[in-house]
């Protein structure tokens, strides 16, 4: 694009449309949300033409004005997710059932488990130590933990997933689950 003569939008629009709306993509996986902040940041951009002062900059320019508009949408986003969080909590009671249907399994499970990982994982996870108290208490490296945890929960998710399958909401969170044995009959 050729700067030394006076901007136009519709050059803008044909030179950085692509890169700009990669760059938004890899940031919002929603890929109608991006193509709508794409062309925000092109609304704003010709609505502030005339106002940037060195116009050797409109890559950068454009740049800011993209990041600007992605964390104007996780905001927007965070407010609307209230609700669904509110939501989230009055389903607590389901939760706390389904997890502690779930909790028969967790002994057993542990139990398989080395010894190297079921003792962080019941310390942290049970008894409700953090990973450095633990850590501290064993004497043992904090990164040494981590990798113990890490493997140890890598371990019992197998375990899970071999017992049962599990329904899992837009959060994540397990809101059904039902024994592979019972699955199959």
Not at 7 to 24: A, H, S
Not at 73 to 97: P, Q, W
Not at 137 to 144: A, F, Y
Request: charged content about 35%.
């Amino acid at each position: 694009m050729d700067l030394s003569k006076e901007i136009d939008i519709e050059d803008l629009y044909n030179n950085f449309r692509k890169p700009l709306l990669k760059f938004i993509s890899y940031r919002v996986a929603d890929i109608y949300s991006a193509e709508e902040i794409l062309n925000d940041v092109f609304l704003k951009a010709s609505m502030s033409l005339g106002s940037l002062k060195e116009k050797t900059k409109i890559k950068s320019w454009l740049y800011k004005i993209a990041s600007n508009m992605i964390i104007d949408y996780y905001r927007r986003k965070k407010e609307n997710y209230t609700d669904i969080y509110e939501d989230k909590f009055s389903f607590e009671d389901d939760m706390d059932t389904i997890y502690n249907e779930l909790d028969c399994c967790i002994e057993k499970f542990l139990y398989q488990l080395p010894k190297k990982y079921s003792d962080p994982l019941r310390a942290i996870y049970l008894d409700e130590l953090t990973q450095k108290e633990y850590a501290e208490q064993n004497n043992l490296n904090l990164s040494t933990v981590k990798s113990q945890v890490k493997r140890g929960k890598e371990s019992m998710k197998i375990f899970f997933e071999q017992c049962c399958t599990f329904e899992k909401d837009h959060l994540d969170n397990i809101i059904e689950f039902v024994p592979i044995a019972a699955d199959k009959k």
